[in-house]
């Protein structure tokens, strides 16, 4: 049974950097229809997505945060990590580390996405 | 636009159907995700694809389409089932992911 143990800073101060790791366990880490993603929850404004990297290293972002945002994926631990540059008293929440999965419905040309496996999740609190 | 609009809130007696919806045009091509949020806890995947349950999930929820709308709609609702709810989808240009602002259900 797939595990996702997440761990990191919880405290930071206004314009520091959060940082925080994913380990995999129990499960492929290299499988291409895994999609090792970041989501937070914020009190007010509810799930959000941060993104996501492949075991190839092939990140996407949520183009709010891109330009703070970096995940990525050491395939020899099998393990993922946010980085997330400048954080500020609004970036306080909790966040999940998360396995997306992909599916494509190829004969109607239909095709859905959803997380499957979560970890515990990280309350983060910014401090200014 | 990738976005998805719900409703901020529906309440339900309990035992009765309740019908929580979310529109967007990524809808046109994909199915929704449809998580359970609560505090202190992972969101739980309720229904996912057409119309598939995880493991574990009762048959009350199920879930339709309809044009750019996604419905889950609970049959028989129980108390347990209070919470956010939040329907996602992927974008399928950019490949990304948007969540619904979620829908908050209380089952009186």
């Known amino acids: 049974q797939v595990r996702l143990q997440q761990w990191g800073a919880g405290l930071l101060k206004s314009s520091e950097t959060l940082t925080l790791t994913c380990a995999v366990y129990?499960?492929?880490?290299?499988?291409?229809?895994?999609?090792w993603s970041w989501i937070r929850r914020t009190p007010g404004r509810g799930l959000e997505w941060i993104g996501e990297v492949t075991h190839r290293g092939s990140g996407k972002y949520n183009p709010s945060l891109a330009s703070r945002v970096t995940i990525s994926a050491d395939t020899s631990k099998n393990q993922f990590s946010l980085r997330f540059d400048s954080m500020t008293v609004a970036d306080t929440s909790v966040y999940y580390c998360?396995?997306?999965?992909?599916?494509?419905?190829?004969?109607?040309?239909?095709?859905?996405?959803?997380?499957?496996?979560w970890g515990k999740g990280t309350t983060v609190t910014v401090s200014s | 636009s990738s976005e998805l609009t719900q409703a901020p809130a529906v309440s339900v007696a309990l035992g009765q159907r309740v019908m929580i919806s979310c529109q967007g045009d990524t809808l046109r091509v994909s199915y929704a995700t449809w998580y359970r949020d609560r505090p202190g806890q992972a969101p739980l995947i309720v229904l996912f694809g057409k119309n598939q349950r995880p493991s574990g999930i009762p048959d009350r929820f199920s879930g339709s389409y309809s044009g750019n709308t996604a419905s889950l709609t609970i049959t028989g609702a129980q108390a347990e089932d209070e919470g956010d709810y939040y329907c996602s989808s992927r974008d399928s240009g950019a490949g990304h992911l948007v969540f619904g602002g979620g829908t908050k259900l209380s089952v009186l």
């Open positions: 998360a396995r997306g999965r992909l599916t494509t419905i190829a004969l109607v040309n239909y095709y859905y996405f959803y997380f499957d496996v």
């Open positions: 129990g499960g492929s880490f290299t499988n291409p229809n895994y999609y």
